[in-house]
């Protein structure tokens, strides 16, 4: 505080001063024919300089001195830092793009929501060209394999299933309009942007399907949507470029009761008694590529916006039975209990062993369910 009176008081300031400093960014204020250029250095001291003469030059330097400090600004955009107990410093942008890829490694499971600190990182990601290019380099993979080790047959009994959600077809265009994760889903307004059909084709998924039908491979889109979406979903993936399907599944009201993941199992499990071969899955859920019978093997696009939570299976299965588990998750109703309209479910009275950790969850009911 005594440096910034100390200024004031005298009208030249030699650009010696300056030379030390860091400049977050700089003012320029004209009053009664002087200039008075303002730096704001971190934290809260400013250096007033005032200058009457040879005003173009001082106004050059701090110009270079912005351009200069702008792109250090940007390149690390959090300033505030984290420490850890072990010294380790953690930008934002370190932390989000460390939650972003233990989302994708699977270490993080049924978040409702991207933390409210991330969701712009988040967004960034979804519109860049890294996310396309992690997108691409999935799907190469998948060529690469099927080329390297698909002993393929070329008898029609070859198969590779799709998802259709963010692996055909993108959601990005809705999950815009919502925070891009950050906001609660809202079941309704989804299947509402769905049935409009308007969903663009993931380009790099566009080339592997086309890749599997010209090597004469039966393809099986298998879709954690609702049987009435059926119709608006045919038409947008034709509309985008995918046809010629031999199979398409949709989720009928008796595949609510049961996890995605075994829905999606006991598909595979019928493709495969229909004598055929599934050489692989592309999917941005886990619970698309895992489970019994596997695949010889399975691919995983990126995805950070949602994780899709088959507690609503257990909601549901919870308010309309009593005395079976539900299937797929061997959790039984004695450790469900409700709420005011919510079902809370958990393994606290050691009577159930949770298959998908959803311990101490809770999970809110349509009212029109």
Same mark, same amino acid.
């Given at each position: 505080?005594?440096? *910034?009176?100390?200024?004031?008081?005298?009208?030249? *300031?030699?650009?010696?001063?300056l030379?030390?400093l860091?400049?977050a960014?700089?003012?320029?204020?004209?009053?009664?024919?002087?200039?008075?250029?303002?730096?704001?250095?971190?934290?809260?001291?400013?250096l007033?300089?005032?200058?009457?003469k040879?005003?173009?030059?001082?106004?050059?330097?701090?110009? *270079?001195?912005?351009?200069?400090?702008i792109?250090?600004?940007?390149a690390?955009?959090?300033?505030?830092?984290?420490?850890?107990?072990?010294?380790?410093?953690?930008?934002?942008k370190n932390?989000?793009?460390?939650w972003r890829m233990?989302?994708?490694?699977?270490?993080?499971?049924?978040?409702?929501?991207?933390?409210?600190?991330?969701?712009?990182?988040?967004g960034?990601?979804?519109?860049?060209?890294?996310?396309q290019?992690?997108?691409q380099?999935?799907?190469?993979?998948?060529?690469?394999?099927?080329?390297?080790?698909?002993?393929?047959k070329?008898?029609?009994?070859?198969?590779?299933?799709?998802?259709?959600?963010?692996?055909?077809?993108?959601?990005?265009p !809705?999950?815009?309009?919502?925070l891009?994760?950050?906001?609660?889903?809202?079941?309704?307004?989804?299947?509402?942007?769905?049935?409009?059909?308007?969903?663009?084709?993931?380009?790099?998924?566009?080339?592997?399907?086309?890749?599997?039908?010209?090597r004469?491979?039966q393809?099986?889109?298998v879709t954690?949507?609702?049987?009435?979406?059926?119709s608006?979903?045919?038409?947008n993936?034709?509309?985008?470029? !995918?046809?010629?399907?031999?199979?398409?599944?949709?989720?009928e009201p008796?595949?609510?009761?049961?996890?995605?993941?075994?829905?999606?199992?006991d598909?595979?499990?019928?493709?495969?008694?229909?004598?055929y071969?599934?050489?692989?899955i592309?999917?941005?859920?886990?619970?698309?590529?895992?489970?019994?019978?596997?695949?010889?093997?399975?691919?995983?696009?990126?995805?950070?916006?949602?994780?899709?939570?088959?507690?609503?299976?257990?909601?549901?299965?919870?308010?309309?039975?009593?005395?079976?588990?539900?299937?797929g998750?061997d959790?039984?109703?004695? *450790?469900?209990?409700?709420e005011?309209?919510?079902?809370?479910?958990?393994?606290d009275?050691?009577?159930?062993?949770?298959?998908?950790?959803?311990?101490?969850?809770?999970?809110?009911?349509?009212?029109?369910?």
């Amino acid at each position: 505080s005594s440096f *910034v009176a100390n200024t004031f008081n005298h009208t030249h *300031v030699t650009w010696s001063h300056l030379k030390p400093l860091q400049f977050a960014h700089i003012n320029t204020l004209k009053r009664n024919g002087c200039c008075s250029i303002i730096c704001y250095i971190p934290p809260f001291h400013a250096l007033v300089v005032k200058r009457e003469k040879k005003m173009g030059k001082a106004i050059w330097w701090c110009l *270079v001195l912005t351009c200069l400090f702008i792109p250090l600004a940007v390149a690390d955009w959090n300033i505030l830092r984290h420490q850890t107990h072990d010294g380790l410093k953690i930008s934002l942008k370190n932390y989000c793009e460390s939650w972003r890829m233990n989302v994708e490694l699977h270490n993080i499971r049924n978040f409702q929501v991207v933390p409210e600190e991330c969701i712009e990182y988040i967004g960034r990601y979804v519109k860049s060209t890294q996310y396309q290019v992690d997108s691409q380099r999935a799907t190469e993979e998948c060529l690469v394999y099927l080329s390297t080790s698909c002993d393929l047959k070329i008898d029609g009994g070859d198969a590779w299933i799709f998802d259709i959600d963010d692996t055909l077809l993108s959601t990005v265009p !809705y999950y815009k309009n919502n925070l891009y994760g950050g906001r609660k889903l809202n079941v309704t307004s989804l299947e509402e942007w769905m049935s409009k059909g308007n969903a663009p084709a993931l380009d790099h998924s566009l080339k592997l399907y086309n890749e599997l039908k010209s090597r004469g491979v039966q393809i099986f889109l298998v879709t954690a949507r609702k049987e009435h979406l059926r119709s608006a979903t045919i038409d947008n993936l034709v509309k985008v470029g !995918y046809y010629g399907w031999t199979k398409i599944v949709f989720r009928e009201p008796a595949d609510e009761l049961v996890s995605v993941q075994k829905y999606k199992s006991d598909v595979r499990k019928q493709i495969m008694n229909d004598g055929y071969r599934i050489w692989g899955i592309v999917g941005d859920q886990y619970s698309s590529i895992e489970g019994i019978p596997s695949p010889r093997r399975a691919f995983k696009l990126p995805n950070p916006m949602y994780y899709r939570l088959d507690l609503y299976a257990v909601a549901i299965h919870a308010a309309r039975f009593s005395d079976v588990p539900l299937e797929g998750f061997d959790v039984y109703p004695s *450790v469900y209990r409700v709420e005011r309209g919510q079902v809370m479910v958990g393994s606290d009275q050691g009577e159930a062993s949770c298959a998908e950790d959803i311990s101490a969850q809770r999970v809110y009911l349509d009212p029109e369910s």
